[in-house]
């Protein structure tokens, strides 16, 4: 059973196109986050959701809309794509403590590739 | 500003020596620091959390140190093998109010049997 699982793996488009990718998680896990991994393999935030609720938005453009109908899905929706939004975009969850973070369950990537 | 910083070249040995990766950071004052290992085409996968008040921490082959005054943090595999080829990310807490992972660029370590 995938622990947190993402779809697609693999999304080729072109420049201008509104694109969506789809993340879920099994672990009955609380806080789900969207990294953006670079073609220099930077690893970086972009949003977390606690239960739904947006916690942290990393100065993302506006094109770039996270949406989570429940605590196991976190979706992100990309408007208007542009070049520089190729990367591989990884979707986590991580269990919600009230102290230090704890270890973060990644999904597999989404290769997006903006032509 | 803040930084994480890792070996950017990859780091190559042999196989059964032990590999020893780096991570230094700045202006970060992180209650703990964990390391993740990444393969091709994959998500990171958590490895080990080593807390302030822990000098060193290990688990079957693998050891983290970590010292604040020096703000470093070691990560060892003795008796290294081929199947540990990869790359090794380092993450710590950011200083946010919220709690928020905020990883190194890594350091990609080949073992050659």
């Known amino acids: 059973d995938t622990a947190v699982s993402q779809t697609p793996k693999y999304l080729v488009t072109q420049m201008g196109n509104d694109k969506s990718i789809k993340c879920e998680q099994n672990l009955g896990h609380d806080t789900m986050y969207w990294y953006k991994q670079d073609s220099k393999k930077f690893l970086k935030i972009m949003f977390s959701y606690n239960n739904k609720e947006l916690i942290i938005n990393e100065t993302v453009p506006n094109r770039f809309s996270p949406k989570s109908p429940d605590k196991a899905h976190l979706n992100l929706h990309i408007n208007s794509l542009e070049l520089g939004d190729s990367a591989v975009y990884f979707c986590?969850?991580?269990?919600?403590?009230?102290?230090?973070?704890?270890?973060?369950?990644f999904g597999s990537g989404t290769q997006l590739s903006v032509l | 500003s803040q930084k994480i910083e890792q070996n950017s070249e990859a780091l190559n040995i042999q196989e059964g020596k032990t590999a020893t990766l780096t991570c230094n950071y700045t202006n970060y004052s992180p209650a703990y620091l964990q390391w993740y290992r990444q393969d091709p085409g994959r998500g990171p996968v958590f490895l080990l959390l080593i807390r302030e008040n822990e000098k060193e921490k290990r688990k079957e082959r693998l050891k983290v140190t970590f010292d604040t005054t020096l703000k470093q943090s070691l990560f060892h595999i003795t008796a290294s093998q081929p199947a540990d080829s990869a790359t090794y990310l380092c993450a710590l807490e950011g200083n946010t109010g919220f709690q928020k992972l905020v990883f190194g660029t890594g350091t990609r370590l080949l073992v050659s049997p």
């Open positions: 986590a969850s991580s269990p919600l403590t009230t102290g230090p973070r704890e270890k973060l369950f």
